[in-house]
């Protein structure tokens, strides 16, 4: 059973960068392919990104290219999403998700408990 | 950028069938899924590939889509199944990105 733990909740200033982590347990890094989505308090979900397994890269969305970045470290199986130059709508939760690789359904099926940013002066 | 449009609310009386839809030019091609998302919750997968339940999910949650349109359909709404529903898919542009629809809020009361 893949279980995704996140990092805890940030307060951070507007300009400065944060970086949620993502801890896989139950299954390795590499056998998932991971996404972020985030949660604007009263707001939709939004997806900002994610491995793609037919391109071999992550792909971002048009709105957070150039200010998001997602590695992993496979060492630790740990994934993080790190998005810079924050502003207060940036103010939500963020959530890893995967897809279940014992049985696939071709989206997100196992969520994060999510990360709580803050983005205040 | 693509978008996937759904209604802000939907309301039913408990026992009725709630249709939530979902409109978007590439759903004739890509598949649509569909989220449940009760408050101060992580979503939870409800129909998947536009018909298909997730094991665990139950049997009156139901999805189709034809043409540009998506529906999740509610049969026998329970007061439980009050939450915010969210359609997901991908556009057919070939760049792989995907995109979230807007949210209805589903009332059962």
């Known amino acids: 059973q893949v279980q995704l733990v996140q990092s805890g909740a940030e307060v951070k200033k507007p300009g400065a960068s944060v970086k949620v982590s993502c801890k896989v347990s139950?299954?390795?890094?590499?056998?998932?392919?991971m996404h972020w989505v985030r949660q604007a308090p009263g707001k939709g979900l939004e997806w900002m990104g994610g491995f793609d397994p037919e391109d071999g890269e992550t792909i971002y969305a048009q709105k957070f290219q150039g200010r998001v970045t997602m590695t992993e470290d496979t060492s630790t199986d740990t994934a993080y999403m790190e998005l810079s130059s924050l502003r207060s709508e940036d103010t939500a939760v963020y959530y890893c998700?995967?897809?279940?690789?014992?049985?696939?359904?071709?989206?997100?099926?196992?969520w994060g408990q999510g990360t709580m940013v803050t983005v205040s002066s | 950028s693509y978008e996937l449009t759904q209604p802000p609310s939907v309301s039913v009386s408990p026992g009725q069938t709630a249709r939530i839809t979902c409109s978007g030019d590439a759903l004739p091609k890509k598949y649509a899924y569909w989220y449940q998302q009760k408050s101060g919750q992580a979503p939870v997968l409800v129909i998947y590939?536009?018909?298909k339940r997730p094991s665990g999910i139950p049997e009156r949650f139901s999805g189709s889509s034809s043409g540009t349109m998506a529906t999740l359909t509610i049969s026998g709404a329970q007061v439980e199944d009050e939450a915010d529903y969210y359609c997901?898919?991908?556009?057919?542009?070939?760049?792989?990105?995907?995109?979230f629809g807007g949210g209805t809020k589903l009332t059962v009361l």
């Open positions: 590939e536009d018909s």
């Open positions: 998700a995967t897809e279940n690789p014992h049985d696939p359904v071709g989206a997100f099926d196992i």
């Open positions: 139950g299954y390795t890094l590499t056998e998932l392919s």
């Open positions: 997901y898919s991908t556009d057919s542009s070939g760049n792989h990105s995907w995109v």
